[in-house]
């Protein structure tokens, strides 16, 4: 979903510009509660991870394809600010070094992917958590369902931008058809990966799964008597 | 130990996108797509950074797809564990988790 240069006009790309450095700044501050010496390693490589799983354009139908995003995953696994870091740095150095999503796009970029892709995944994440069984099991699922959201909301937060700055005369109404249906198969996607990757990372070190810190808590040490 | 399922990790992203990214579907993206079909694909500008050594995903100056790809996904992943690990590690708490804390008392105890 790599907006290029262009796409928008000036003053668009000028305010998802500002709510992207506001978002990075507020996330600087608070990714702090998330992080520790043990899980700061962790967000260095789910962002590293992310960038390499964006690379793996899977195919969705008539000519075209989708990659993950990473929102849901990276709010998961290292907690929603540091999620929002992550993608951040991702889409940086994609803007930067792979021409990858344009310069002037950059905060429409992180806006997208960072900030609604993020966002969405983790409170539908943390919606479901309120309300499934308080178990390890409960967390890939929960996952899943954030990250397949989160791709058609952030389709449709593109349209409505292309609405209020798109650079060529197209019908909202037709770019939205297309944006969310493409992008809601692009989400199923997202959400296998997701659920295979933190369904992973969840039975090897669940300790080191942000959306699992309430469950190993209340995981207490029990002594069980052997059936005579 | 943590230090042995950091290294999966990594190597799992370094083969990502040093070796599988050779296979990923070259169609459009999503977005691409769209704007092609519904006709605002030409509003498009080239990046500023078109030239650059890793532009596209593709290593300047080398001439085989598979090894220029891979070295262009290889340095950026080591450059994303840098700069977002870096910033991470900056960033962080610099007292121990509360749930570590207790997992080190349990520890104590056993």
């Known amino acids: 979903m790599h907006v290029p240069d262009g796409f928008l006009d000036a003053p668009t790309s ?5 709510v992207a450095a506001g978002a ?10 998330e992080l520790d010496d043990r899980t ?9 991870f992310i960038f390499a799983a964006q690379m793996i354009n899977f195919p969705v139908g008539a000519g075209t394809s989708g990659h993950l995003l990473g929102g849901a995953l990276a709010a998961v696994l290292v907690g929603p600010w540091t ?30 992917m960072g900030i609604v892709g993020v966002g969405t995944g983790w409170l539908v994440f943390a919606g479901l958590r309120a309300v499934l069984p308080k178990t390890l099991a409960s967390v890939a699922p929960a996952a899943a369902v954030g990250a397949l959201l989160s791709v058609p909301v952030a389709a449709t937060v593109f ?5 209020v700055g798109g650079q060529a005369p ?3 109404g037709t770019v939205f058809t297309a944006m969310v249906g ?3 198969l692009i989400g199923v996607g997202e959400a296998v990966v997701t659920a295979l990757v933190v369904g992973a990372v969840v039975a090897a070190r669940p300790d080191l799964v942000y959306g699992a810190r309430g469950l190993l808590a209340g995981r207490t040490l029990e002594i069980r008597k052997a059936a005579a | 130990m943590s230090r042995r399922f950091f290294a999966v990790f990594l190597l799992v992203a370094l083969v990502l996108a040093g070796v599988g990214s050779y296979y990923a579907s070259s169609h459009p993206d999503g977005l691409e797509y769209v704007a092609e079909k519904t006709g605002f694909l030409d509003s498009a500008e080239d990046s500023p950074v078109a030239d650059g050594p890793f532009a596209d995903y593709q ?27 870096g910033l991470a590690w900056a960033v962080r708490r610099r007292t121990p988790s509360a749930p570590e804390a207790e997992r080190e008392l349990e520890d104590t105890n056993l």
């Open chain 1, 40 to 48: 700061a390693p962790m967000a260095g490589l789910v962002a590293a």
């Open chain 2, 59 to 85: 290593t300047s100056g080398v001439e085989d797809e598979r090894v220029g790809g891979g070295l262009a996904g290889v340095v950026g992943v080591l450059l994303v564990l840098g700069i977002a690990g």
């Open chain 1, 182 to 184: 493409w992008h809601t």
């Open chain 1, 170 to 172: 197209v019908e909202t």
């Open chain 1, 83 to 112: 999620g929002v870091l992550c993608l951040s740095v991702v889409l940086l150095v994609q803007g930067l070094f792979m021409a990858d999503g344009g310069i002037t796009a950059l905060g429409t970029n992180i806006t997208l």
């Open chain 1, 14 to 18: 000028v305010a998802t510009g500002v």
């Open chain 1, 24 to 33: 990075v700044g507020l996330a600087l501050r608070k990714a702090r509660t």
């Open chain 1, 159 to 163: 349209t409505l931008l292309f609405a």
